[in-house]
């Protein structure tokens, strides 16, 4: 685009890098921040530097942390024998959100798949193993995402749980509540129909 | 160019753009293509990212324009399949194994129905290590890399079943000198050209032998599922 100032410009090239924002809104961003948000643009500068800079990888769990040890992992108040599995720190805040669960949590930043070069190693699994070695943990909650990588990264897992003598669950799929049969894709009414559940009573 | 109702099966899809996913497909009549499929990380998209999944067959109807189609629509094809264990493992090797070694935009029916009816195996739970092999064999057959299993490869004699061979990638098979490691006997050879399971041990060379070979069409490099199903102590 043309533009009479390189710093406008400038600006405007940098917030693309959002995800969902295009030249058009990127331009919009930039107007309402020099118009009428100058306040508010120094603070994201800011909170954006310090973020960029700062936030690293707890040592433990691998989620995003400016601590070396993140607050969830140095929590005397969760369970230190359960260890949920999920692919990415949004999925942990999902979960933290949605369930009242008080273990910890080892957070994979991706899943099994040889062609996008993710195989163990960059799943941070040797560190998972010698986790697993320490003795502490007794089950281990596999959350990753019911797709078939997904499903390729729990298996795996599930063999290094059960070499070191650990017990592993696995999230229930299937039918989504509020669901109805009919509307239901093939591949998950298949799924939730294989690992039907006797009826307690 | 406009194509309806192609037999495909989808083998990884990536983020695209904001809301797309960039699908790598094997078409039965259009080889490997990239496929975009627009919107459909949406949270209410029309088509769900369930039926995109690797491992189903599925009809797609597409845009063929310049290097990327375009998705309009994916029905499935038949019953899902569903790859568990060991057998998910190998499908995720098939795929790496298939985008590595062919061109996109190149069709190779034979491999389209070599790769399904492996599939189907692999679903049905027949032993995966045979099931790979027979996989593979095809595979650099269609590519116009055929194996040589039942002639020496120097001297075009017949194979011996009690013979012991090395086999070498641009020659084929020669007789082993006394002591040499990493050989595969002739029965083994001849048993994969007869598709007749070998033993275990002829198992084992026979994917000691496809890994080099294969190595070699790659121009050198490594599979990265080599390295999660040896790690993931796989029976391959
Ligand atoms: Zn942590």
């Known amino acids: ?201 | 160019m406009r194509i309806d109702q192609q037999p495909t099966f989808v083998m990884h899809g990536r983020p695209y753009r904001e809301t797309s996913l960039l699908l790598e497909c094997l078409t039965r009549d259009h080889g490997r293509i990239g496929v975009v499929a627009r919107g459909v990380r949406r949270e209410r998209a029309k088509l769900q990212r369930s039926q995109l999944e690797p491992f189903q067959p599925i009809a797609l109807d597409f845009l063929l324009r310049g290097e990327l189609a375009t998705l309009r629509a994916a029905e499935p094809i038949g019953l899902p399949m569903r790859l568990v264990g060991d057998a998910l493992m190998s499908g995720l090797y098939l795929n790496e194994l298939v985008v590595r070694l062919t061109a996109r935009h190149d069709p190779q029916p034979a491999v389209f129905d070599a790769y399904g009816s492996t599939l189907r195996r692999l679903a049905d739970g027949e032993p995966v290590g045979w099931t790979l092999r027979r996989f593979e064999r095809d595979l650099l057959d269609a590519l116009g890399y055929a194996l040589a299993l039942e002639f020496e490869g120097d001297s075009g004699e017949p194979l011996v079943s009690g013979g012991s061979y090395r086999y070498e990638p641009e020659l084929g098979a020669v007789p082993a000198r006394p002591n040499e490691p990493h050989t595969v006997q002739g029965r083994d050879l001849l048993d994969l050209a007869a598709d007749r399971c070998p033993d275990a041990a002829g198992l084992a060379a026979l994917r000691r032998l496809m890994r080099q070979v294969i190595t070699f069409h790659l121009g050198g490099g490594e599979l990265r599922a080599w390295t999660v199903l040896g790690q993931g102590g796989v029976r391959r």
């Open chain 1, 1 to 201: 685009m043309s533009s009479s100032s390189k710093l406008l410009a400038e600006l405007i090239d940098a917030l693309r890098c959002l995800p969902g924002v295009g030249g058009k809104s990127a331009q919009r961003m930039a107007f309402h921040l020099l118009e009428r948000e100058r306040q508010g643009g120094f603070r994201l500068a800011a909170a954006l530097e310090a973020a960029m800079r700062d936030v690293g990888h707890c040592s433990r769990c691998r989620t995003f942390s400016e601590e070396p040890v993140c607050p969830v992992c140095a929590s005397a108040s969760r369970d230190k024998h359960v260890l949920c599995v999920v692919e990415s720190p949004s999925d942990l805040v999902a979960i933290e959100q949605a369930t009242g669960y008080r273990g910890l949590y080892f957070v994979l930043l991706g899943r099994l798949s040889p062609l996008d070069g993710l195989g163990p190693e960059e799943l941070g699994l040797p560190m998972l193993a010698q986790r697993l070695g320490e003795g502490e943990v007794e089950e281990m909650i596999l959350a990753t995402n019911p797709t078939v990588e997904g499903e390729a990264t729990a298996h795996y897992l599930g063999q290094l749980a059960r070499a070191a003598g650990i017990r592993v669950t696995r999230l229930a799929h299937g039918v989504p509540l509020g669901g109805e049969l009919e509307f239901v894709d093939r591949g998950t009414l298949a799924h939730a129909f294989g690992s039907r559940q006797v009826l307690g009573s």
